[in-house]
């Protein structure tokens, strides 16, 4: 249909785990220094293309946020190549919060950090207040705020952003139902103006609902993509058996796609 | 090659993102004094209480009358003070600055050198207030503002490059080693006695002569003195400019090739 916007070919990341102090700065000085890595990502190689919403899933610690960071372009890969056309950005609702400002100082703070300019931020500013939707203590400082009312008032920031990609990173699991309700419809419309979005996640049920094809990584390696029907209940199978293994049996599992599929997908 | 490209990377990241920095620094200064009843006037206040402080200590309880050259030493005290307090302030502040920005740069693509920049900015800002009170300080007592005063902009300029500078290299190495901070800690405490803050050489010993011709505090010191108080222009300390500025440089070109090698490993090491 359409054109790739997003090309990972042969992504790997390694994490160097320095054991000693020398070690670190040998490690940073030199090229081609030895030192123990942990492998986050091993030879990932994915495609998205424009308008489609694409959900990133697997346990946690298995290098999901790793690859959402690297095709954001935060990070960046040991080896392969990230191909990415168009503006990305991340949706974070926690970061970037300043405890001691007003909600009104932390939207603009926030959306200068974005690199909006004073008449840009005039602009979306009132939208803003109305999503978060948190009445009088828009002026009140952060720190008063309830877990919640900070949740809706990063998300709401982070929505208003108009990237060509947008990565959603966990976020959708804050607020209450009937804010999330709010969120999926916003995201909806993003997906209407043709915005491709990734999102990163293990809430399954959004997941089925929402995104057009799921890409399923577990311990760094990329186990399968396919439609959500194809993916999420041998993944699910597979989390829920993962839950009962002993430690050592969860170090060397490899799930197989097709093993589970047949498992799962015919109850 | 790489150094030049390096540099011009820091510089034009810097200067396109110029507005910007000032804004953010505006809300840093904001976020510190959030929820106090002053707010923005104790960018005036904080330095009028120390001035107060040091006034109550040297010109009342130790009653040190000597003149400075015909200023009265807390004049001369005052300045100085002010002056290394944003020196020390921004340089200690920018130097962490990287590390105390982690949760923004892990989640957004951010032009990290400006990180440094904008943490010298707001210390600029509060200097900038602090040095409204000196002025109000040197009226009051009766010293005279002399009319070299139009090159204290250049001083100051000469202090902030300086001090960004040095936060873009030690916000850098602060990130790969994070002792870095502790020992700048405790080499500006001993760099503030041997700078002539509180008290000056007499010229009878060489290797403190030295020090001070070198020691690019004392040049920006010695500069604020003289263009606030003494009437000297910047001929007058030329030998000591050159040798400020090539630091200052060479600290600058340093200090954006380490920046610039190490950037993409940043994320990874926060």
Redesign the interface.
Known sequence: MNENVIVCEHITKD??LYSSFGD??KG?VMKNNKVGTFRALDDISVTMKKGECVGLIGLNGSGKSTLA?II?????ATKGTVDVKGE?S?L?A???M?S??SGL?NI??KC????YT?KQIKEIEKEIIDFADIGIHINQ?VKTYSSGMRSRLGFAIAVHIDPEILIIDEALSVGDSSFTEKCLKKVDEFRQAGKTIVFVSHAVTQMTSFCDRIIWINQGKLIGTGTPDEIIKPYCGFAREFNGMTNEQRKNIVPDLKEYQKKYCTE | MEMFRAVGTVLSEIWNNKVRLFRLAKYELKSQHGGTFFGFLWNFMNPAFQILVYWFVFAVGLRRGNDMNGVPYIVWLVIGIICWYYMNQAMLGADMSIINFTDVLKRMKFPIAIVPAKTVASNFITHLCSMVIVFVVVLVSGAKISSSVWLLPYYIFAATVFITAYGLFASTINVLFRDFHNFSNTAMRFLFFISPVMWEPDGDNRLLTVIMKINPFAYILGGYRDSVLYGRDILANLDAGIIFWVITLVMFFVGCVVHMRFRHKFIDLL
């Open positions: 994490y160097p670190k700065i940073l960071s954001t372009g935060i990070t960046t990305v991340m974070c926690s970061s970037g300043r001691q400002l100082d603009r703070f200068l950090l974005m690199g004073e400082p």
